[in-house]
């Protein structure tokens, strides 16, 4: 019998068991191997793959030699725009900017308003396209590389993909597509088209740059089943096989499940003005004891506190106090409302920063647009 | 129990019961009131109209009530580059010619090389592009208005489309494409989406417009079941029903089917150098009797003839003369030997003029291009 796993695209939830989804999924766990080659050609160390949030990968060996040989590379990755971003959506691309920094990559970043309208009965096209543009300002708050970084809207950019993407729709059959997504009669045919056209970036770069283009996706685990897609056509095809590097979830700030939009309460938003954004952080659920007594005395469960995981996955950078943080807790000498404010205080000024700089390039978003920078694709063949 | 009919996008013949298909498809049978009326708005009769080898509609009434009113009114139709164009192909051109000069309307014309590379296992994309542009000249050859007639290659002018079919596609479930077109869990991806860009372009002119446009669709019945699924969502997206006029289908010149390029020594192709042609019209299967003998004394059967057809369907203009051929035939006294050397004859002139100008007009083809005239929509919902 085949093993049914609740993540995919269209159904994520956090604290989840990596490792069985690894065996499911067939990735290879990211060992020390991959993580010093990757920092070595990197110049530094980064706390990401140090703690494994991103902790698994296809091929990342693959093309890091590649990179290594001096073959032209690139990142890939992207955004499914029904709302607004929040701390969860902008984990992997913090590390994407991080790689593109320090190994000089060209980012290809696709926004699939498509999907997210054909997906969302109560989303319009419009909308999706509004959001778009909207999330598109957090990878400018961001500090992407505007030289270095093309946006890929969907509705409106689909004239470098469709030539691939029918290439790509060619050699996969409706019975795949719905053993993959788990589709049903009832999907509209537009979701069940969808699938190829976020593969067919992955071989995007090759065509614009006319020639073979390695492509590494730092992205979530829920991802993956379009890239298991990718790669089994993509040799037929004569494209390179994309890698991945596969990030945890960032979960969210109530009892279980990852930061999703569905539970707006348990989300921090880069558009959360930063006061309500600590407020909603002084609420969350955490590790902790009962009772500040029985906390003292037992000491809290940070493996399982939202709290810990937001220092972990984003806001400590610091091994050694992130590790006296977590002992502190697990002893019952730090105090969950202590750990709150200062994380809270983190965060407030976090977005500070980042509102600062999402407001100031609002009007330079055309910069980072792929339609403003290249033709479309002369397919080779 | 379900009726089922041979007759579909993508199997078709001809001597079909044409009858039988209207009650099956249930579109209406063309009319004296209809053929009265568009002949009274178009200034003159038409041979086709009159023998009705355009023989049944959907709502072609309601499209010439509209025409009338003065509401912005346009033609659509097209073609699946696969290969040379043949004289059954140009059947519905020669008529949408006819509208487009006597009532002035623009003409969008889609050319499916996508749908034609999904389609064929032995067809790659440059070379269903290529015909895409090869059987243009085709259209240019027949005379069609550069500034009234708006060609839209699919993998190219996809931007065009895309917008409109995720909200058409959004609209339909796999099971209704299915069920449609008969797909199965082996069709490719491409193939299950690709009905939603052939349905997107009946309502591309109200979008391009900026008005509500009324469209009208010559084309051959095979075709009916997109604009079926056209006219279901037309409504629900806030666009006029596209209305239908449906030619019958030329049939071959061997014993039996609809003019077809699986059987190329049947067909007769705009580009068979004349000679050619009319050889492949010497060797045409009749509904004349065995030896010349029989046929004197029992007479021919030009109802079962490709022959006839031919005269009736594309190259006897004249009622009378029609008349009396046919009378011949079935008399005896027409004999085939005679009446096929005076339709190879017409053939040969034909097509000496049509490929002189084809010839002509090889490095014009830029006036018929959506792309050099139209920018992209601006979708208004």
Redesign the interface.
Known sequence: MEERVEVGPWAAEAFVDYERLLKVFGAKPLTDLEVGKLERLAGESNAMLRRRVFYSHRDLDVYLNMYEAGRRCALYTGRGPSGYTHLGHILPWVFTKWLQDRLGLELFFQMTD?EK??HEERL???ESNRFAYENSLDLVALGFDPRKTHIIID??D??YL??I???V???????T??ATFG???????????Y??LQIAVCFLPTELYGEETYVLIPAGIDQDPYWRIARDVAQSLNYPKPSQIHNKLLPGLGPGGKMSSSKPETAVYTTDPPDVAAQKIMKAFTGGQPTVELHRKLGGNPDRCSVFKMYEMLFEEDDVKLSERYWNCRTGSLLCGECKAELASRVWKFLRDFQEKREREKDRLDRYLIRSKFG?PK?R?
Chains 1, 2 share one sequence.
């Not at 729709?169 to 019975?175: C, F, V």
């Not at 589709?183 to 088209?193: A, I, P, R």
């Open positions: 498509d309208f054909l319009d096209l419009p509705s409106e689909i004239g469709y030539s993407a029918v290439r729709a060619k050699k996969i059959t409706y019975s597509q719905r589709f049903t009669d009832s999907t509209n045919v537009g979701l069940v088209f699938p190829v479309e397919m063949r």
